[in-house]
């Protein structure tokens, strides 16, 4: 080993021997540093307070300005009910969809195999990407009244079933994705091994282990779906009583100054988005559990 | 497990199809139907001065906002991870996830039961001379809220991955906090943030439902991009919608390869797996 | 004394008592190593030192100055953790020399102080990698000399040598010691590793729960251990009742001799020149004693083989009851 030179060699150090060391008084840090961490949490706190605490409380406060049974009265308006009822049969339908197509096209880029793979792959955080109001106009573009495949479902209901699909395309694939990758190969071969078939194994062995994934991803593409707003507004005519959403309702409410309809419903959608996130973030727990 | 090479051309063909059906046909169209005519009125429609406001408006809504929630992100993250609070966690994070999960259109009414004539602050902000709402304020408070939750949440699992040895070790070392915040711990999130920034760019050149109820939607001056979409449509200049929505489309397609530049690289850091952008999964 | 520890305790959040009440004075320019179990409380007192945590009792001292309370930063300590803590997006030469830089050395200096230190720890010619290149020993010994460049009053280590494989950790234990020896930093060293202990360093002191059992020359732990605990965790030991006897303080004879106790031969166990023979008394219970292979040709020992037994040194500790 090379010899230290001078600087880095130390002598032993003449040390004050005393039982109780006489100490030069430094002044105590140990405010400072727990100071600045409070400091940060404290501005980050007052930033999320104005930016969303506050106007989220603003929609609560006037829907229930006019008390509870005013509120009561506006959610139980006819047309509101009927929005709501198609916005939650919607998205109901769109999420069973998912589940299966999402799950599908998972099981698709994760165990195969083909040329063009990979842009797929990036291709399908595209509705993520792209501008709502762009993909509701190209959606009525390729299926609205000027069809090129002679397909017009244009100011019908399933013009909204088809811009949600759109827009909540991502969520299942992109929950199971990761789960199916982590998935442990044996248990498919120990199944193969003791007879099973490729659909029973995937039935009994893979699906149960997917399972918390793709209710996860189900649950925030039911949230995605029930707010929907600019894919669905250019497609579906806004028709009340029949082709018209919960959040077009609301919007119509904001324009024609009936601020205490489109808060009453804003409500009942704010408690369903609380609602997806709740559940979504238990079910992604449990799924992350299952391959520890 | 092996499948028989027919079931996986059949799964793989009902997959492509789909794909093809919802996103990829529709996508495409936009190209065709932008330079149907010709390139003259696309050109028109590129040089028309609403367009041009638009964009202006789109890209000053985009520069406030992504700047404000990258470091207000990047600040939640390290008091969350490093100095958690003992209570009211649960109330941060429902915060935090909520723009993700909320209908635009209600975003759009709480600001304006918020910043609007008759709103809570309405009263101090006419006295005072501030127009919020159905003016550029009111976009860009609008567009920083749907944006929020993108650069938090990618950061926090990347500040949890990389630990506090660094840190600690900088301390030893006789760097202040400032100096190792700086120093080791930016660097080390860098991918993180890369990731959460270009997220936060995509939502915010795309949002649509909030601006649309805060904006007062006079052409040339208080619409964006998506507005001006909406607008030409409605007014039957359909190339001109299309052309808009191609440079959104455009815009969009460059940030998904950004994404897959910089997702492979940040989940290196986290050791995790194809998550897609945040709202796809809860945490 | 270079590190004065006066009655420290830190208690968690949890209520987890982690170091309970301890003193302790460690000498300028030794070497000396914190032994015990996991949750002994050796690494939390380790980071009390250095000021990465802050006790909740007791106080600090560093060559006489009382540093309770002083950040990390100015207590002019060196600290090397277990999982090596480099900076990954640096290269060897910033991250060794880190520290100088946030000194405001000039360029030039901090060059040469890298270089000579690289020098020092044998990683020369690696200066331009990234951690991510080296092997675990040398990500190792890049820590040791980025703790060293900014010539700390003392060096403390936190399982160094945890990480890295058994050959390679002996290595750098031998390495340590020579630097050590070189450089004569006073120094700490936290392990679990008695065997890494007892060769390292000058001083050990063992703690179990929170608490020192003893403090000592290796040797002194060994052959006079305070208590039970320390007599089991710093070396092999056989417990018949009361009696507490070393594996070779068993004599093992052919004949009996009125001292002696019978015992069977179950196993014989090679570890090179050592030999372990594992035997079962006549009531049953369980020793091993430890010989020589000269030994165990001389005697003829093969397995099954009856022979007798005899300690020829045991320890018995004395319990004060508390009444």
Sequence with gaps: ?292 | ?283 | MSIAVRQVTKRFDNGFVAVDNVSLAIASGSLTALLGPSGSGKSTLLRIIAGLEEPSAGDVSILGKDVTGVPPQKREVGFVFQHYAAFKHMTVRDNVGFGLKIRKRPKAEVKSRVDELLGLVQLDGLADRYPGQLSGGQRQRMALARALAVEPKVLLLDEPFGALDARVRKELRAWLRRLHDEVHVTTVLVTHDQEEAMDVADRVTVMNEGRIEQSGKPRDLYEHPANEFVMSFVGPVNRLGEEWIRPHDLELRLEPNGTTSEAMIQRIVHLGFEVRVELILDDGRHVSAQVTRGEVEQLELLEGQIIYVRPSRTTVFEHVSSS
């Excluded at chain 1, 949230?223 to 497609?235: D, H, M, P, T, W």
């Excluded at chain 1, 992604?284 to 559990?289: A, H, P, T, Y």
């Excluded at chain 2, 005072?128 to 939750?149: D, M």
């Design chain 2, 1 to 283: 497990m092996r499948s028989a090479a027919g079931s996986r051309y059949t799964l793989r063909t009902v997959a492509l199809g789909y794909l093809a059906l919802i996103l990829v046909i529709p996508c495409s169209m936009i190209v065709y139907y932008t330079f149907r005519d010709g390139l003259g009125p696309v050109w028109d429609a590129l040089t028309d001065p609403s367009f041009v406001a638009a964009l202006k408006l789109t890209l000053i809504a985009v520069g406030i906002a992504v700047p404000a929630n990258t470091i207000f992100g990047v600040m939640c993250a390290m008091a969350l991870v490093r100095r958690p609070p003992k209570h009211g966690t649960w109330l941060i994070n429902s915060m935090i996830g909520l723009p993700l999960a909320l209908s635009p259109v209600v975003v759009g009414l709480a600001l304006i039961l918020v910043y609007g004539q008759d709103g809570w602050f309405g009263g101090w902000l006419t006295e005072n001379g501030i127009q919020i709402i159905f003016s550029t304020p009111g976009i860009v408070l609008a567009t920083i809220f749907v944006t929020l939750p993108f650069v938090v949440r990618e950061v926090i699992p990347v500040l949890r991955e990389v630990g506090t040895d660094q840190d600690e070790a900088a301390w030893t070392l006789g760097a202040s906090r400032f100096q190792t915040f700086r120093r080791i711990t930016l660097p080390a999130i860098r991918w993180g943030v890369a990731y959460g920034v270009v997220l936060t760019t995509a939502r915010a050149l795309g949002e649509y439902g909030a601006v649309a109820v805060v904006s007062g939607r006079v052409a040339g001056k208080t619409e964006t991009l998506t507005l001006h979409v909406d607008e030409e449509y409605l007014r039957f200049e359909y190339v001109a919608a299309y052309t808009t929505s191609l440079v959104l489309a455009l815009l969009a397609v460059l940030t998904l390869v950004a994404m897959n530049v910089f997702k492979p690289k940040q989940h290196k850091e986290v050791a995790d797996v194809d998550r897609g952008p945040p709202g796809y999964e809860a945490v």
């Design chain 1, 1 to 292: 080993m090379r010899r230290a030179s001078s600087s880095t060699s130390r002598t032993s150090w003449e040390c004050p021997l005393t039982t109780s060391p006489e100490a030069v008084e430094l002044p105590a840090r140990t405010g400072g540093s727990r100071r600045a961490g409070g400091l940060v949490l404290g501005l980050s706190t007052a930033y999320l307070t104005l930016i969303v605490l506050i106007p989220i409380a603003a929609v609560v406060a006037a829907s229930f300005e006019g008390g509870l049974a005013a509120f009561w009265d506006e959610v139980t308006a006819p047309a509101a009910v009927a929005a709501l009822k198609l916005t939650f049969v919607a998205s109901l339908l769109v999420v069973l969809v998912n589940g299966v197509t999402g799950t599908l096209i998972a099981w698709v880029l994760v165990r195969d195999d083909f040329r063009g793979k990979s842009v797929v792959n990036a291709v399908i955080d595209l509705p993520f990407a792209l501008p709502t109001i762009v993909a509701g106009l190209t959606l009525l573009a390729v299926y609205g009244p000027q069809s090129p495949l002679r397909v017009n479902v244009a100011y019908s209901r399933a013009a909204i079933v088809v811009a949600l699909l759109f827009v909540t395309l991502p969520f299942v694939v992109r929950a199971v994705q990761p789960v199916l990758l982590e998935l442990d190969r044996e248990m498919e071969e120990a199944a193969a091994s003791l007879g099973s078939r490729p659909v029973t194994t995937f039935r009994r062995i893979i699906l149960p282990n997917l399972m918390p994934a793709i209710l996860s991803g189900a649950a925030l593409s039911f949230g995605k779906a029930v707010g929907e707003f600019g894919s669905i507004v250019l497609i579906s005519g806004n028709i009340p009583f029949d082709t018209e959403v919960a959040s077009v309702y609301i919007f119509k409410g904001i324009e024609g100054d009936d601020r205490a309809a489109a808060a009453a419903v804003s409500v009942v959608l704010l408690v369903l988005s609380f609602a997806v996130l709740a559940i979504a973030d238990v079910l992604e727990r449990r799924s992350r559990r299952h391959d520890a």
